[in-house]
């Protein structure tokens, strides 16, 4: 085997600054699970077509089997581990997919997630087809998705109902903490 | 699954970009947005000793508009096109096109150089490309050159670029009114690559577009591109001919005569080949419907183009 020299990357994962050294062909998805230990993100197909492993890149949604680790030198990543605002805290997606049971292996629930942050950043309130459409890119084999919809709506519809809740950016998330939706202040589904 | 261990190298500008590949040979390959060649290292289908990443040579990031069409960099971003409200008024083509690139996470990373370079059959941008005879700027220790799309692809992910060369930049030539536009193409799941597409731009006559209920007017021309079907996207040429001077409906529609001969002429002249997929048969067959399909689409759109004269919806 060729002597490959390493590559020195420094980056931002959920807010939190790492540099290491890597192997170029060390895998985003790879980097995050076994240098950072962040399990969060799933591995599935490793030639993005699953989306299980989907990560935020500066904000925006991208494959992380699709990305070398030393791609992401100097990039703010967010990860599945980073949604939720403290250990005793969901965001308010996570909390929706669990009331209308959006999983069930949930293995694909992490790239899901972050995939819809993306979608209702863009587009607060999406039609059900719109979140279907957003959907395309994720594949769930337990759910037939009609759970998931229906979890991507009752969130969109709290968030409506409370402007400032945090679908806020990686960059800004670094700094500010975000609020958290209080439960009991929540909207019903509709 | 990881790929073979390979040399990195990052370079942050074009000249450093250039300088990296002098002497570079087939074991060397240009990283774009990696959305091609990253599954194809995972999977050691590819297994190149050196990786030269454009993803920090910030000046091949742009859209510009030159030469009556937009000067687009290479690394430019697919899912920045897609937003892009120059590129949905001007190049509709390209616009519909792109959004059936993968998904809007592939698209996040996926370049619009990189997709052109890599020349994929199955792919929607170099069939874009070929269809609107987009013009390639490519830079390389010889100096630079600049040719149109369809001289650049000679087989399977086979083109005249050579080692130590860089795609730098892609023209794309304004939409003109009087000309729709059209994209189709299916595939079993959504967002992989299409067993076949389907590429039009239909140019009615001047007299048609004020054309009168008793003379509907002609198809001045007709450009056809088929992704699927062979080592390299394909005109049409056969059919494109068929088109041109044919009549259009009082509904703005090809006439149904010209448009089965259209069908039968470019099913005729592709030779597809069978692999997991699909049968060579079903592809042909497919790639009739296709444009099928898309013809009547691209013939309405072009009859609701801006005008000078007022007409149409735009």
Known sequence: ?190 | MKPAPFEYVAPRSLDEALDALSHADEGTKVLAGGQSLIPLLNMRLASPKRLVDLGRVKQLTYIAERDGGYTIGAMTRQSALERDDRVSRDVPLLAEAIRWVGHPQIRNRGTIGGSIAHGDPAAELPAVAVCLDARLTIKGPRGTRTLPARDLYLGYLATTLAPDEILTDVWFPKATPGTGYAWLEFARRHGDYAIAGVGVAITLDADSRASTARDPGRIAEARIVVTGVDGVPVRASAAESLLAGAPVTDRHQVQPAALSASVDALRSAIDPATDVQATAEYRRHLAGVLLERALPVACQRAHLTPSPSGRGLG
């Open chain 1, 1 to 190: 085997m060729r002597a490959v020299s390493r590559v020195a990357i420094s980056l931002t994962v959920n807010g939190q600054p790492h540099r290491r050294s890597v192997e170029p062909r060390l895998l985003l998805t790879d980097f995050l699970r076994h240098e950072l230990g962040l399990t969060g993100t799933h591995v599935g197909c490793e030639h993005g077509v699953c989306g299980a492993c989907t990560v935020l890149l500066d904000d925006e949604p991208v494959r992380a089997c699709l990305m070398l680790a030393v791609q992401a030198n100097e990039c703010a990543i967010t990860t599945v581990e980073g949604l939720a605002p403290s250990s005793d805290q969901l965001h308010p997606l996570q909390e929706a997919f669990w009331e209308a049971h959006g999983l069930q292996c949930g293995f694909c629930t992490p790239g899901i997630l972050i995939s819809m942050v993306a979608l209702l950043r863009e587009n607060p309130r999406p039609t059900d087809e719109e979140i279907r459409t957003g959907l395309a890119g994720n594949l769930c084999r337990c759910t037939g998705y009609q759970n998931i919809v229906k979890a991507v709506r009752l969130a969109a519809d709290r968030l409506a109902d409370a402007p400032g809740l945090p679908l806020s950016r990686a960059r800004e998330r670094m700094s500010a903490k975000p609020i958290f939706a209080p439960r009991s202040g929540a909207g019903g589904e509709g």
